[in-house]
């Protein structure tokens, strides 16, 4: 009998901004007044760099369990739209981007922020042990997304 898991991606955002612009319209940084907030080493959500820093925000590693199949990669965002990329190693070292059952990498994923969205790439394809997101390409300062990976035994 299948049973069904998730996990959600934690990450390190220390020294990554995101209130450090002084707009009071955006949720996240009333009260900022202009002074930075930014993320500690052990987040459930992560930062979106904005597309005009060139920057990524990688996820701690994750370690898929041996028996996980049919995965589903899932983004709540606020703010602003960003991009998640998905990347998979044999060794926690050397990365790649996955690739779901169609052959075609599971990149440049785009999360929206539309009320009650829940961006989610399905991943019918093997997967190789260590796994990790990087958001990026963020619409505006201020983006933050929480991250998570669902999965079946068998």
């Not at 394809?125 to 068998?154: N, S």
Request: glycine share 8%.
């Amino acid at each position: 009998m299948a049973s069904a898991f998730h996990h959600i991606f934690k990450f390190d955002n220390t020294g990554l901004d995101y209130c450090s612009i002084a707009d009071k319209t955006i949720p996240q940084c009333a009260g900022a007044g202009g002074t930075t907030l930014a993320g500690g080493p052990d987040d459930d959500f992560a930062i979106c760099p904005t597309i005009n820093s060139g920057n990524k925000n990688y996820s701690k590693v994750f370690v898929m369990p041996s028996q996980a199949k049919d995965f589903a990669f899932c983004a709540i965002c606020s703010v602003c739209d960003c991009k998640m990329s998905i990347e998979m190693s044999p060794d926690g070292i050397n990365w790649c981007p996955c690739v779901d059952g169609a052959q075609d990498a599971c990149t440049d994923i785009s999360c929206s922020v539309a009320a009650g969205t829940c961006n989610c790439k399905v991943v019918s394809a093997p997967m190789m042990q260590y796994i990790r997101i990087a958001l990026h390409d963020g619409a505006a300062e201020g983006g933050k997304c929480t991250l998570t990976v669902h999965w079946t035994t068998f």
